[in-house]
């Protein structure tokens, strides 16, 4: 028989799961990961291996990825002190909670929010303080700023827009919040090129106490890449960055990184797609009688239906996959998709009308 070493392991182990995708990975009309529907074209995938077969393999790449960094910086305006690139922002939170916080130490997380900041929070064994939504899924910057204060949190994270609400804070209310709390406040920007509200990055110098995170696993389309960002004032990213592993950008991600760049009109063309078909999708769901549409601020839509599960099950059997979110606290009954191709769009719409 097998000896049970469980009681050896860390302890809060016992409160989180391993991550998994609800639904699966695999489909013919996937719509369930917030991905992009387009890949880059070939000439640029060729281009870009043309380039790494010139790379040496055998040799370690940066201990930090400074060309991607450098390259960043110069897309965003910032300067190369301001700029982590990472692994994907996954990588970069383990990072940046392992920097903020520890055993008791307080962090706020409005919910529904993005999973993995409880899951850390947990790991970390800190102090979560949960600050609902507002009935409509939009923030309730209110009792943010006052329970902060109150309970003297340090740590506040905002995914804006809101994976998985689609919901946004405004310029000024991550002002008012980094104003207002003595707390370093983390802003998820994973889909802020969909969003009708302004980025933080032109305000991370003002603000020495604010973090800004992106990702190019979204709008920019390299999901399979795992490419992330973190922009901070140098002072605290110098003390960010301690905890980060080092050497986890491959020497691939930072060349791909410098050909999606410079050829960013592709994005634009690919966000401008997405939105008009949001906003068809957005029309054409008003509709129906038979669900409730959010609003939406991102690359992806929240509806809630009578039986969540129902039409799970009846997408999933025309090869939709969709991910169903009524798990999350205030979002009973919820489905969430992606925006995809028209003709995906359009079978998703004729079945939601068919099953809803
Ligand atoms: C809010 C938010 N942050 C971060 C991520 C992680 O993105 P990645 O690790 O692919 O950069 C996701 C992915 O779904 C997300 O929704």
């Known amino acids: 028989m097998n000896k049970d070493y469980s009681r050896l392991l860390n302890p809060s182990l016992e409160d989180i799961g391993a991550y998994i995708v609800e639904g699966g990975q695999q489909a013919d ?19 870009i291996l043309d380039e790494f077969k010139k790379e040496a393999w ?26 982590m690139m990472s692994n994907g922002s996954n990588e970069m ?11 008791g130490k307080k962090v706020l997380i409005p919910q529904p ?13 800190a102090d979560i303080t949960a600050v609902p939504m507002h009935e409509d899924l939009g923030f309730d910057v209110e009792e943010i700023i006052r329970r902060a204060r109150d309970e003297q949190v340090g740590f506040i ?15 000024d209310e991550i002002r008012r919040i980094a104003e207002e709390v003595e707390a370093i406040v ?26 800004v995170l992106r990702t190019m696993s979204k709008a920019l389309a390299l999901a399979g890449l795992r490419i992330g960002f973190t922009i901070a004032n140098p002072e605290l990213m110098a003390q960010i960055v301690k905890p980060k592993i080092p050497f986890t950008s491959s020497r691939l991600a930072e060349i791909t990184l410098k050909h999606v760049l410079g050829n960013y009109k592709l994005v634009e063309e690919a966000v401008g797609y997405i939105l008009g078909e949001r906003s068809r999708m957005m029309e054409t769901l008003l509709k129906f009688e038979t669900l409730t549409l959010f609003e939406s601020d991102a690359n992806f839509i929240i509806i809630r239906v009578s039986d969540s599960k129902k039409v799970f099950s009846r997408l999933a059997g025309e090869g939709i996959l969709v991910r169903n979110v009524s798990g999350y606290p205030m ?11 028209r003709e995906e769009n359009d079978l998703l719409l004729d079945t939601l009308r068919a099953s809803s």
């Open 113 to 125: 929010s993005f999973s993995l900041y409880e899951k850390i929070a947990r790991l970390i064994l």
């Open 186 to 211: 983390l802003v998820d920007e994973a889909y802020i090129e969909f969003s009708r509200q302004e980025s933080a990055i032109g305000i991370v110098m003002e603000y020495p106490n604010l973090i």
């Open 29 to 47: 009309v996937k719509l369930n990961q917030n991905e992009s529907p387009f890949d880059l074209p070939q000439w640029m995938k060729e281009a």
């Open 58 to 83: 055998n040799r370690y790449p940066d201990i930090l990825p400074f060309r991607g960094i450098k390259e960043y910086a110069a897309f965003t305006g910032v300067s190369s002190e301001s700029v």
């Open 331 to 341: 979002m009973e009954n919820c489905l969430r998709f992606n925006v995809g191709l």
């Open 93 to 103: 939170l383990y990072t940046i909670f392992l920097a903020c916080l520890c055993k």
């Open 157 to 171: 994270v905002l995914s804006t827009p809101n994976n998985p609400t689609s919901k946004s804070v405004t310029l």
